[in-house]
């Protein structure tokens, strides 16, 4: 079984910065991409970013500039750098993977449990 663990939510005064971590873990045999997406209160869940394994990025309009993703394939691992952090960013953020559990198999959707970030206004 596949598990996504993340970790480097809190509370950040507005302009500071968080980082968040997530790992996968378990048997698989392949991560296509990882990324990050956020619930805010009220809201619908929505991307923040994601990068893939040959390292292409994609990134929300409202983070482009502020927020910076970046992978490590051989620890599968997935980081966001949250700079300039804004209220509007307040929100729980969760870590998503797109994994191959085999190789000849198609492939499936992942999620981590959430962590709160908190930029209080």
């Known amino acids: 079984q596949v598990q996504l663990v993340e970790s480097g939510g809190g509370l950040v005064e507005a302009g500071g910065s968080l980082r968040l971590s997530c790992a996968a873990s378990?048997?698989?045999?392949?991560?296509?991409?990882m990324g990050w997406y956020r619930q805010g209160q009220g809201n619908q869940r929505e991307l923040v970013a994601t990068i893939n394994a040959g390292g292409g990025i994609d990134y929300a309009d409202s983070v482009k500039g502020r927020f910076t993703i970046s992978r490590d394939n051989a620890k599968n691992t997935v980081s966001l750098q949250m700079n300039s952090l804004k209220p509007e960013d307040t929100a729980v953020y969760y870590c998503?993977?797109?994994?191959?559990?085999?190789?000849?198999?198609?492939?499936?959707?992942?999620w981590g449990q959430g962590t709160q970030v908190t930029v209080p206004s």
């Open positions: 378990g048997s698989f045999f392949r991560i296509i991409s």
């Open positions: 998503e993977a797109r994994i191959y559990l085999r190789y000849d198999g198609g492939w499936d959707e992942y």
